[in-house]
Structure formats: C-alpha cells, structure tokens
Nanobody, 127 residues
C-alpha cells in the first residue's frame, strides 16, 4: 500500500505560484497513476489533475488548464503540482491520491477511482 505525504502549501498573493509535492512510500509508485484533488470549505472534493504512471498522459480540470502542471519523478517517488497564476478561487486543501491499478494510462476525475490519499496541504491565495 502506498503512503502519501503532501507538502509545499502556503499563503500566496493572487497571481503568484506554488509547487506542491507528494512523497510516496513503497516500491510500486512508478507503475501507478496519480491524481491531485482539492477541497475548499463547504465544498465537495474536486478533481484538479491526473498523470499516468509514465507521465505521458495528463488531464486537467478546465478551471486549472494552462495554469497548473502535474509532473512526476519516479526515481524519487514524488509527484508534483506546479501552480501558476493563482487566484483566490484556488484556495483549498490540496490532496494527492493514487489509483491502485498498475500501468493504467488514464486517471479520471472521480475521487472514487483513487484508493489511497494523503493528508492534504493548505493553499491560501489572497486577493
């Protein structure tokens, strides 16, 4: 079972950037599709991005396309989310998640596809 720990959140002004990291334990990280989700107060958890096991396939929520980039370093068991052009609407707790299906080439937007989650990291964007 893969354990996940997010980091890199914080307070940033609108228009700024942050890079989130998600460190994974276990030897199977490199064969698993990963996802990023976020949850704002009073709202449901929503899909942000997903990246296939080899990094070749990525998909994004419309709200973050062109601003956020998911990437991974399998040699370091680490997933990243580069966030540029942040707005107050991006304020949320951000979670990484793993889909326990080896060599899947697609990560969908439903949180029910994902099996293990990190504890989350807070991102706050001030106006």
């Amino acid at each position: 079972q893969v354990q996940l720990v997010e980091s890199g959140g914080g307070l940033v002004q609108a228009g700024g950037s942050l890079r989130l990291s998600c460190a994974a334990s276990g030897r199977t990280f490199s064969s698993l599709t990963m996802g990023w989700f976020r949850q704002a107060p009073g709202k449901e958890r929503e899909f942000v991005a997903a990246i296939s096991w080899n990094g070749f396939n990525r998909n994004y929520a419309d709200s973050v396309k062109g601003r956020f980039t998911a990437s991974r370093e399998n040699a370091k068991n680490t997933l990243y989310l580069q966030m540029n052009g942040l707005t107050p609407e991006d304020t949320a707790v951000y979670y990484c998640a793993v889909k326990n299906e080896h060599y899947s080439n697609y990560g969908g937007p439903s949180p029910y596809e994902y099996d293990n989650w990190g504890q989350g990291t807070q991102v706050t964007v001030s106006s």
